[in-house]
């Protein structure tokens, strides 16, 4: 009995009190007399206890878009029908709704039946406790990792733990026999074969619930499938949870989540899509804090820092007492986002005069300041941690004014994803050719070596003879945007579309005016091609040639304004773009700088300067 209470304080001790409105519903009352009196299980009761102690602040989030968009993307799973044909419908659906669309908060204490919390407690811990030699589970792992019926807030749903019991716990089983406990996860993962669309994000208030994931196996985001594996994990009986980072340090907006399993003492973390094992896969990249999600927890959004566990850390303090009115804000450090300005990515304390930050990851640049009145203020110019740990204070001399020339708004690698850098490398070794009779016989007019360039590149061909058809040929899965053909005045030539092209794309979009469309013209070691035929011989003075991007290069045509930082965003001028780079005098040196593209776009991150004049972004 001491035992278990000592778990029990443990586990509560994120919790400063046991609210009285909990204590006086019946839900309360009938849970706890029934645990005391009819199952009189002490462990049960205590378990029960863990869910009050924490259930007073736990809700769920409806709103009418949500419902209605999920209704009818299951609708067309349940039908067969095109997935996209829904999307369409989604945002006709989204556009005419009303601009006023209130999000409904549910308290679970008003919602959740005795009999039904009863069941959940009974069959989390009749599994945890079937599973737990096996699993390693703990008391307090069951508790904090097994018992809690959700996970952020998502709609409440009475049968899931039942359901989800019945439906997985064969594969439960099947870990009783196996040597390997990660491959054997990924392919469990994998099996259930959910899908990520993030177009359909912004269609979405709120979350999937685990149950609708069930059904269509299809989400706009990581979260919805993250809640719906720990909901089936913790179902039958193995501890886990949503691990998330609030904002990449290299992107403009966007965080990430995924999954988290406990398994004989240790955490596991698992791509919530693909099954793919995370554990040490984000240790290098621009990461400023990762949290795990705790039903107990009280601070930073019910979640609790392991940063630590993933990344290499580096804490931070910083001397305040030269700014004035510091004392009115509470600590807190952020990251730069696009739309909101600053994202706050986590609390620091103050000792005297410091601001103290622990635990922050390396390859970001951070913003420094406190939170007052629930807003954000920087209240010094940035700072840079880099791979090595080392500290970089971006204080801008405008004493030492430099000429610099950009060709990006926004670094080529995004987040974790590092398949970009391949775009213009899968061109290397493509070559061009001329024939006047059906390619039976051609000659070569060039060949591209390493290729590297992002840039809309452009290839004086030497050759002064007249040819009838031209293409580009390619024995590797070279991705290109766009492919231009000009004659002897520099005109650009347009023919009948030749190609022998990798089923599925279409070769109009290398020649429309959209340097987003692309094709893959390879096919493994197959030489492929695309071109044209012209109506007469043509004589070809130029090639221009587009590898895959993202339109975050200098892109001729748009406005753009540069600024740098100094106690706030600071304007250094606009230029439109003549040709793929822009040149900016008296720019001081040694800051954070900040590429505007003013006539579209989103992605945009600020930057700095090496020792060579070169831009580099946090986490290159």
Known sequence: MKNILLILLIGLSGCSYFSKHITRTSLYKDVIH??????????????????FKNMDLKYSCYDSITDNAISILCDSIKQ???????RDKIRILTKNAPKSND???VNDVSVIKSSDLIKHIDITYDAWKKFSSISGASYQDYCDYILPYRVVSEKYEVCNTENFNKKYNQFRDSLLHVDSFIPEMTLFIKSLECKTDLSLNKFYLNLFSPKQIDQIKMAPRCDDNVIYFVTIFRAIGIPATYDYLPQWGNHPYNGHSWLSVKWQGKWFAFDSVNGCYLNNIYR?????????????????????????????VVDIKIKMDTVAGFNSYSPAIAVFNKFKGYRVVDRGIRKGSDFVFKNLGRRVCYFIGGVKDERFQALINP????????????????????????????????????????WAKSLSGSWFEGSNDDFKTSDILFKLGNYTSYK??????????PYKSIRMCCSSNAQIASLKFFDEKHNILKGKILQDLRKGFIPKALFDDDMLTWVQIGIGKRTVSVGYSFDKPQ??????????????QIVVGDEYQLMFYDKGWKDLG???????????DNVPSGGLYWLKNITKGDEELPFMFDAEGNQYWAGQ
């Open 574 to 584: 606009y230029k439109t773009a003549l040709k793929q780079e822009l040149i900016f």
């Open 284 to 312: 290098g990249l621009s990461i400023p804090k990762i949290f795990r999600r705790e039903y107990s927890a009280i601070e930073n959004n019910n979640s609790v820092d392991v940063t630590k566990q993933y990344l290499d």
């Open 539 to 552: 004589y070809i003075s130029e090639i221009a040639v587009q590898a895959r991007n993202d339109g975050n």
């Open 34 to 51: 029934h645990y005391k009196n009819e199952d009189c299980n002490e462990e049960k009761e205590n378990a029960a206890l863990y869910l």
């Open 456 to 465: 809309e590149e452009y290839f004086k061909i030497k050759n002064k003879k």
């Open 383 to 422: 700072v840079f941690i880099d791979s090595d740990g080392m500290i970089k204070f971006l204080n801008p001399n405008c004493k030492k004014l430099d000429t610099r020339c950009l060709y990006r708004k926004y670094p080529i690698t995004i987040r974790r994803y590092r398949g970009k850098l391949g």
């Open 103 to 105: 999000v409904k908060i």
């Open 80 to 86: 067969s029908t095109d997935v996209l044909g829904a």
